[in-house]
Structures are given as C-alpha cells and as structure tokens.
C-alpha cells in the first residue's frame, strides 16, 4: 500500500481483516500527516431528489461509515454528533423539502427540521428556518483512526518517498527518491501494489493520465466559549463547523485553487469566518469577535476528480485500454466486449476530494473485496461510476482523446 492517509490505512485494514499480508508505504514516518492529519473531519451527507451517481455513492459511503465508525466514537475518537446542513441558497431550500419527502420513512438518515428544532439540536440559537439533521453521522480524528486502523492489524508502516513503480517478475518494484536511504531488501517488493498516495499518484507513470487535481485548503482552530461550548452538533452551510474537541472547534474549510503552500494564511481565516456568518448569523454570534491575525488552522491539499467521485478499482494500461477502446470514438455506442487492459495486481483507491471520511471506508471494503474475489457489494452502475477507466471512455466518446 503505497499511502498511510484515510484511504491507504482503510484499504489496508480492509485486506488485513481478509487475512492478506498487508505493509504500508509513506514519505512520513506516522500516518495521517497528510490531508487525513486535521484535529477533526466531518462526515458530509450530499443527498439529493434526483437518482445520479454522485449522491447514490454518498448515501451508499454515509450509512456505511455511520455503522464503520461506531468502535472509533465509542473510543472517543470523535462524536457521533450528528450532522446539521442549512440551505446556501433558495434553490437548497426546495431541494432539502424533496429530499425530505424523499426520504420520509428514513428518519434514522435524515429529518427535515424548523427553526426551533434547529437550536434545540445545535444548542445553540439558529437564525436558519429548516435544515436537514443527519443523527447518525458526526466528526472524527482523522490521523488517530489511520494510526489505530494500522495498530489494530498490525499492519508495519515503512517510511520511504516513493519516487517511481515498475513491474518486473512478478513483483511491483518502489524506487525511493533518496535510493542511499537504507531498508531492508524486499520492503519496497509486493506481487499487488494499491496506490493510495492522493494526488501524488500523478508523479508516477502508470497514473498519470488520471485526471485529478491537488487543491489547498485551510482550516482555522476557532477557540471555545461558553456560547460556541454548548455546541452539540456538526453544522454545514457555507461552510463547518465542529463541537468542541481539546479547547476549539474546527471551522471551514476554504478551497485555493493553484495556490501551494501549507503555510497558515490569515486571509484563509478570514473567508472561514465570512462563511460561518452566511451558514448562519447565530454562529458568528456564538463564536464572539475574533482576530484572524491570532488563530490558528492547518492547511494541505485534497485530491479531486471532475466528476467529486472517487478512484477505486484497477489501474488501466492506458495505450492498450485507448486501443482495446478505439471504437467509441467513431460510435460512441459502440458495444465492446472487453473489459479493456489493465496493469497487473496494481491498484488505485484515491480522489476523495472533501469527502474522504464519508468515502474511504466502502471505497476501500469495495476495493478489498474485489481484490479477494469476493460477490459485489454495491450494484454495477454505481461501482462503474468511480472506476479508474470511466475518464478514459468518457474522452474516448466525447472525442477529447
Ligand atoms: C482543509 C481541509 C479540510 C477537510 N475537511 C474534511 C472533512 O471535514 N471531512 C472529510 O471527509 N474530508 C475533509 N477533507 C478531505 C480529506 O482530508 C481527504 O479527502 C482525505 O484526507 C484524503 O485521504 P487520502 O488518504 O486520499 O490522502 P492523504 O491523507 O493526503 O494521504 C496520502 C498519503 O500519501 C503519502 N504519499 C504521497 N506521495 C507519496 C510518495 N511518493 N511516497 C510516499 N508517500 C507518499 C502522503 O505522505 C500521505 O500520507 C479536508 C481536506 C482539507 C485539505
């Protein structure tokens, strides 16, 4: 496993549980200290009226992780706290009441509620009118629950900065960038490898047609009071909010595109603020004046795919695939029989986006059980949609490639 974040250490504790030897690769010497490494993650619910891939797969990943989750909330490793989303705009609003309708006769998933039934979830006083409440979902400690899916099975984490892969006799081959560094011999030798290294699956060759994008975020620390203290439940609008974990709550989350550093900006503070003034204005109230100068955050990169779902499944050989392919471009009906050509034992689970709490842990069950041979556990039209070949049909359709 190529990867000690949310996806790496999910996928890897998946196939432990199956009884296969797992190891875990990554450049630092603890897992989480990627995007997984926040104080607190949410679990984001985007449901919707209409029946497409995206909100299927979310709803199908959030009664997942709701049941995954339990032994880590009952650990203390975050809140099964619930999650809160407000509408952003007037065209939410009429979404949430036909979500609400739609899931009617769900109401352990999801409740439609009014202003008052707000505040007395939140524990705090809304301005909001209605919103969606998701009771089974909450927060989590994203770098301890990657350590502990390690610890829990065992599973050795290898510190190496993976340069390059090839495959040569039956055994996929790690280059490290510092190749002086000294490891034991066959540490860096696996006859299956899963690349679970985020956007940096971009460096090696067999990934790099993957269209996926490194895109910052910041996250600023607000500090608890005895207003914002009595916050019981997530709450998502513009932007999030947590309860309170070790002292402050974890607010927002902003998105800079083309901007790379993981250095703290004020300005990210800034717009996370503005964001939980249009989530709601009784948040900004909770949360008391506040200095973007003195906060503190944490800032590191998602990985995101153009259509916000996930990677999982095996690594195409992208020149063969385009061949096995070529049809589509003349028809993109064409019926084609094969199932196109992939690389050998080698494996993608990645572009969790904003999303990786919710996402990993089916992503990573439906990725292992394939691996092991096992029934599907998710039917064929959703499992197609996060597949590593559906960028490459697509542009083969539309002509793009
Ligand atoms: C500010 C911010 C807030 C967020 N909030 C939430 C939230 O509330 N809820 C939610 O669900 N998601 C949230 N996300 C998204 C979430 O963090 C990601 O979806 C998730 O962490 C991705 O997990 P991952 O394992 O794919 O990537 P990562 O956690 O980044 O793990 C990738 C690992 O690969 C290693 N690696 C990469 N390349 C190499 C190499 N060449 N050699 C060796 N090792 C390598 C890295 O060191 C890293 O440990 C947020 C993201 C950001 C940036």
């Known amino acids: 496993m190529l990867g000690a974040g949310i996806a790496g250490c999910t996928a890897a504790a998946a196939l432990a549980r199956r009884g296969f030897q797992v190891k875990v690769i990554d450049r630092h010497q603890f897992a989480g200290c990627g995007a997984s490494g926040n104080n607190q993650a949410i679990i984001y619910p985007k449901l919707s009226s209409r029946d497409e891939a995206l909100p299927l ?16 909330w009952q650990q203390d490793l975050g809140a099964q706290s619930g999650v809160l989303v407000l509408p952003e705009t007037n065209k939410a609003v009429a979404d949430f009441r036909l979500i609400a309708e739609r899931f009617v006769n769900q109401p352990d998933l999801v409740k439609f509620c009014s202003n008052t039934e707000l505040s007395n979830i939140a524990g705090i006083d809304l301005q909001a009118q209605l919103g969606l409440y998701f009771p089974n979902l909450g927060w989590l400690q994203p770098q301890a629950i990657c350590r502990q899916l390690l610890a829990q099975y065992q599973i050795p984490l290898i510190t190496a900065d993976i340069q ?3 495959y040569q006799d039956g055994q996929w081959h790690l280059t490290q960038t510092d190749k002086d560094l000294p490891l034991a011999d066959n540490s860096l030798t696996s006859e299956t490898l899963i690349i679970a290294n985020a956007y940096d699956c971009l460096a090696l060759e067999q990934t790099r047609f993957l269209p996926v994008t490194q895109l910052r975020g910041q996250i600023t620390h607000i500090p608890s009071n005895s207003h914002i203290g009595a916050l019981k439940t997530v709450i ?10 070790e002292g402050s709550h974890s607010c927002g989350a902003t998105y800079n595109k083309g901007l790379f550093t993981t250095q703290i900006r004020e300005a990210d503070h800034q717009t996370n603020l503005q964001q939980m003034a249009a989530t709601d204005k009784g948040l900004t109230e909770a949360i008391g004046p506040q200095n973007p100068n003195s906060l503190s955050g944490r800032a590191n990169y998602r990985c995101t795919t153009r259509d916000y779902l996930p990677i999982v499944g095996p690594v195409p050989n992208m020149p063969q695939l385009l061949e096995d392919y070529a049809a589509l471009r003349k028809d993109a009906r064409a019926d084609i029989s094969s199932l196109g050509s992939y690389r050998p034992n080698l494996f993608i689970h990645c572009g969790m986006g904003s999303r ?5 842990p089916l992503t ?12 599907p556990i998710m039917e ?9 070949a559906r960028f490459l049909i697509q542009d083969l359709k539309k002509k793009r490639i």
């Open 164 to 166: 390059s892969i090839t």
């Open 364 to 375: 990573a069950e439906i990725l292992a059980g394939e691996i092991a041979g096992e029934e």
């Open 236 to 245: 998502c609008g513009e932007g999030y909010i947590t309860p309170q974990f």
């Open 356 to 360: 990786g709490m919710g996402y990993a």
């Open 380 to 388: 064929s039209e959703l499992r197609l949609a996060m597949h590593p």
């Open 57 to 72: 797969v979310n709803l199908a990943a959030i009664i997942f992780a709701s049941q995954y989750y339990q032994p880590f």
